[in-house]
Each structure stands twice: as structure tokens, then as C-alpha cells.
């Protein structure tokens, strides 16, 4: 049989791909706003690009619109700007992008994923459209849509879009026995699990990590001089038996520690969110990682998985059982040396896939 026919992306596509690029250099920076990235094409190559760098600082629209007129551009007036997002089109900490985009004299918007604020759904198409803006909507909707998962579950319900971790051994042990190191998983797995700290507003644990392990839950390998704001270190806790001598209450950090004395997980993450607390990283232990999933409030899993045999310690999932297995998809599976890494996102009992 012959090969099949590989798609070809349209022009559109193309360009997209381009302004997700830029939207990825701004994710966990931007909170409580949406990433977002946006190129200016004119003749078939772009003469200005940009992303969203922080809430309160320009959009990336104004950013892309900026650029090429740095660039003296003389193409700017009737060129296609590319946007992730749909353009905002009121004024909040900065004025509205579709007045800017208006008077840039851009003569078409091709965006990918609507807005998910009720507020500002499909407002700005229209606008656009009645100044004589040629307007494009859903190109790579679901790539546009992934990027902002955190912002449109937080604004849609005021809760943080939640991402569970874990270290564990092949039996299913995220503790080794008696006297031995706590370190369950290799460098590289570590290390790529604390990168994902980059991603997040804030990261949760349960009061038996900061006692046995003493923590940092810092920005480490590279990612300290990003600009990202250290996320808020939340430790939740029944007895409020903590010792003051951990680093999270110690360390030049110290102001960016919670602690959620008597709350259950479902109403510490509602505090988060009334906060504009958009994403939230849990990394442990057993207890917190096993209510999360039992009480359905995990959004996407990273589990490393080690080539080692504990035979007793905590289990990954502590506490009660669960009621029914969990399934995830669009499961990716990244070996990292000798650990595994499964990535995906849960599919609850009872909910149809996507």
C-alpha cells in the first residue's frame, strides 16, 4: 500500500504555529491572565511578533504592533495579525487590543481559541467586524485552547486548574524503608518535575513532606532567572504541628508561604482561586495526592516511575480508596534514563472522553 498522504497545513496554520510559539514564552508569567502570543504578517513573512510578559504589561497584540513599527514597517496597514487568543475588547489594567489593532489600520484577524470569559466571548469578532475587519476564528482552536487551560477553568469556576505529581517506586512506594533516602526517582526525572513548578501559581503539599523531607519548592534548574515570581508555597495541615525551622519558613522565600490550618483540599483550593490563584502544583505526600484524586480535583497527571522495589513506605495514593480506577488520556510516555514519565489528563467515571 502506498504511504499515506501527509497534511499540509494552510498558510494559517502556519503562521499560528508561529504566534503559539510566542505564547509558550509567557506561560506561568502571566497570571491572572492568559497567555497569549500574536504575529504580523504582510507579503508572507511576519514583520512583528510578541506575547502577553505579565498581567498589567501590554498584550501581545500591542506587543507584535510595537515590533513592527520599531521595524519602520510600512506593511503594518493592511497586514494579518495572528493572535492565540481572541483580542481583548474592553479596558481593564491595559486599554483594549481591538482599539489597537483598529488603529494600526491591520486589515484582517485570524485568532485561535475564543474567549472564556463570559464576559468577553465573541465580543471582539464582532467589534472588529463591524469597522470592516476581516475576522478568522478556531484556526488550531485545540492547540490555542491547551495553552490556556489553567485561565479558562479558573475563570469559568474560580477554581485552579490542578496538576498532580509524583515520584514513586515500581510498587507504587513514594517512601523507601527504614533508614534509607528519601530520593525515590533520578536526577533527570527530579529535575524535569521541578520545572514544572515554572508552569504554576502556586505549589501544595501535606504537612508530612515539610516534616520528613524539609523542602525548598523553589525555582531551581535554570528557572530562577526567569522573571516568574516564586509560586506560593501552601502547606495544608490538621494539627498545625510544623516545624519553624523548614526552609518555607525561613528561607528569602518565607513571605510566599500559606499555611491551610483545618481546611480540606477542596475549600483550600477555593481560597487559592479567590486569590487569583490560576494553577496549582501538587507534589505530595501520599495523603493530599490520594484525596485530590478521590475527590476528583486533578486536572493533568505527571507520575515518574522508578525501577525500584520498596516493599512498604506510603503509597502514591494514600488514605481511603478510591471508588473506581482512574483512566488517563492523551497519555504521553517519556523515558528519562532509567525512569519512565507518564504525562495525561484523567478521564472521571461516569464523564465521556474528549
Known amino acids: 500500500m502506498p504511504p499515506p498522504i501527509a497534511h499540509k497545513e494552510t498558510p494559517d496554520q502556519h503562521w499560528m504555529h508561529l504566534a503559539l510559539d510566542q505564547a509558550k514564552l509567557g506561560v506561568g508569567l502571566t497570571s491572572p491572565n492568559p497567555p497569549v502570543g500574536a504575529v504580523i504578517v504582510a507579503q508572507e513573512r511576519v514583520i512583528g511578533r510578541g506575547y502577553h510578559h505579565k498581567a498589567g504589561e501590554p498584550h501581545a497584540e500591542v506587543e507584535a504592533i510595537r515590533d513592527a513599527q520599531k521595524m519602520n514597517s510600512k506593511q503594518l496597514r493592511g497586514a494579518t495579525i495572528y493572535v492565540t487568543l481572541e483580542p481583548c475588547c474592553t479596558h481593564g489594567r491595559t486599554p483594549p487590543c481591538t482599539e489597537a489593532i483598529k488603529a494600526a489600520g491591520i486589515k484582517r484577524v485570524v485568532f485561535g481559541a475564543h474567549d472564556p470569559n463570559p464576559s468577553h466571548h465573541e465580543q471582539a469578532q464582532n467589534l472588529l467586524r463591524l469597522a470592516g475587519i476581516e475576522v478568522t476564528a478556531g484556526v488550531?482552536?485545540?492547540?490555542?485552547?491547551?495553552?490556556?487551560?489553567?485561565?479558562?477553568?479558573?475563570?469559568?469556576?474560580?477554581?485552579?486548574?490542578?496538576?498532580a505529581k509524583a515520584g514513586q517506586s515500581l510498587d507504587g512506594r513514594i517512601t523507601r524503608p527504614g533508614e534509607e533516602s528519601s530520593i525515590i526517582t533520578n536526577d533527570a526525572a527530579r529535575a524535569h518535575g521541578r520545572r514544572l513548578r515554572m508552569r504554576v501559581d502556586a505549589i501544595l503539599v501535606g504537612a508530612e513532606t515539610i516534616r520528613k523531607d524539609n523542602p525548598k519548592l523553589t525555582l531551581r534548574d535554570g528557572s530562577a532567572?526567569?522573571?516568574?515570581?516564586?509560586?506560593?508555597?501552601?502547606?495544608?495541615?490538621?494539627?498545625?504541628?510544623?516545624?519553624?525551622?523548614?526552609?518555607?519558613?525561613?528561607?528569602?522565600?518565607?513571605?510566599?508561604?500559606?499555611?491551610?490550618?483545618?481546611?480540606?483540599?477542596?475549600?483550600?483550593?477555593?481560597?487559592?482561586?479567590?486569590?487569583?490563584?490560576?494553577?496549582?502544583?501538587?507534589?505530595?505526600?501520599?495523603?493530599?495526592?490520594?484525596?485530590?484524586f478521590r475527590e476528583q480535583?486533578?486536572?493533568?497527571?505527571?507520575?515518574y516511575i522508578a525501577p525500584r522495589l520498596c516493599g512498604g513506605g506510603r503509597p502514591s495514593l494514600a488514605g481511603a480508596a478510591l471508588p473506581?480506577?482512574?483512566?488517563?488520556?492523551?497519555?504521553?510516555?517519556?523515558?528519562?534514563?532509567?525512569?519512565?514519565?507518564?504525562?495525561?489528563?484523567?478521564?472521571w467515571p461516569g464523564a465521556d472522553k474528549e
Open 225 to 292: 532567572g526567569s522573571g516568574k515570581l516564586q509560586p506560593w508555597r501552601v502547606v495544608m495541615t490538621r494539627s498545625g504541628d510544623l516545624p519553624q525551622h523548614s526552609h518555607i519558613f525561613t528561607d528569602e522565600f518565607k513571605d510566599r508561604t500559606v499555611v491551610m490550618h483545618g481546611k480540606d483540599l477542596p475549600e483550600a483550593l477555593a481560597i487559592l482561586g479567590k486569590h487569583g490563584v490560576l494553577s496549582v502544583l501538587i507534589e505530595g505526600g501520599g495523603i493530599i495526592l490520594g484525596q485530590a
Open 324 to 347: 473506581a480506577s482512574i483512566e488517563l488520556q492523551d497519555v504521553t510516555v517519556r523515558p528519562m534514563g532509567d525512569n519512565v514519565c507518564f504525562h495525561g489528563f484523567p478521564v
Open 140 to 163: 488550531l482552536e485545540a492547540e490555542c485552547l491547551a495553552i490556556i487551560r489553567p485561565f479558562a477553568k479558573w475563570i469559568t469556576t474560580g477554581i485552579p486548574y490542578v496538576i
Open 297 to 303: 480535583l486533578v486536572d493533568e497527571v505527571y507520575w
